[in-house]
């Protein structure tokens, strides 16, 4: 089946510095990203929607400065939290769309707890 | 315009009970809708999912869920709880047209299994 490595699994880093999360479709191509954030018991909150080759269209409230994207293969997404600071500390999870298998094709990687201190 | 309203933010039974968890759309287009469990610490596996067709959907794990349109009421059902199906449930909601096939997920139920 459809397989997305989501890595670091979890990071800590200082306030000021900036962090790079990947995530990868291990056996398909993704022509579409998504990045979430999920705060403790809450939902998953869509920040931002990458696109193969373009730019990412963010959700209404993110600062897409401060969260920067990057979709440049079919297969890898970055996600660069810059500028870290500690209200940015979160549970990041990403989800790569293989639209060969329709609507069963978004599959989400394990996630990666950001721990800003 | 869609959001997904899960009634019960905690759900508790008993080892061998009926499992329902709560999910209620609200959506201007047809929606497909969905069921995901997340463990501690881990990304979203997907239970089930309805598009179009039969409306008793039948998922993994012994998960069922039964599209209401009347109701706009997507319930996940189990017969019987075991230990290994506690943790979050989440229901979701993508556009059958258009949206970007961006997934709506509701805040979440944390399903405990007793003893």
């Known amino acids: 089946g459809a397989v997305v490595s989501q890595h670091p699994s979890w990071v800590i880093c200082k306030s000021g510095t900036s962090v790079k999360i990947e995530c990868r479709s291990l056996d398909f191509q993704a022509t579409t990203m998504f990045w979430y954030r999920q705060f403790p018991k809450q939902s998953l909150m869509l920040m931002a929607t990458?696109?193969?080759?373009?730019?990412?269209?963010?959700e209404q409230g993110v600062e897409k400065d401060k969260f920067l994207i990057n979709h440049a293969s079919l297969t890898l997404s970055t996600l660069t939290v810059t500028s870290a600071h500690p209200e940015d500390s979160s549970f990041y999870i990403c989800?790569?769309?293989?639209?060969?298998?329709?609507?069963?094709?978004?599959?989400f990687g394990s996630g990666t707890r950001l721990t800003v201190v | 315009a869609q959001s997904v309203t899960q009634l019960g933010s905690h759900v508790s039974v008993s080892e061998g009970a009926l499992v329902l968890l709560r999910c209620n759309y609200s959506s201007s287009v047809p929606p497909y809708l969905f069921w995901y469990v997340q463990y501690p610490n881990q990304g979203l596996q997907l239970l089930l999912k309805y598009t179009t067709g039969a409306t008793l959907v039948k998922g993994i794990n012994g998960f069922e869920a039964e599209f209401k349109k009347s109701e706009t009421s997507f319930h996940l059902t189990k017969p019987s709880a075991h230990m290994s199906d506690a943790a979050e449930y989440f229901c979701a909601v993508s556009p059958f047209t258009g949206g970007g096939n961006k997934l709506t997920f509701g805040t979440g139920t944390q399903l405990k299994v007793e003893l």
């Open positions: 990458s696109n193969e080759g373009s730019k990412a269209t963010y």
């Open positions: 989800s790569a769309r293989d639209q060969s298998r329709g609507l069963k094709g978004y599959t």
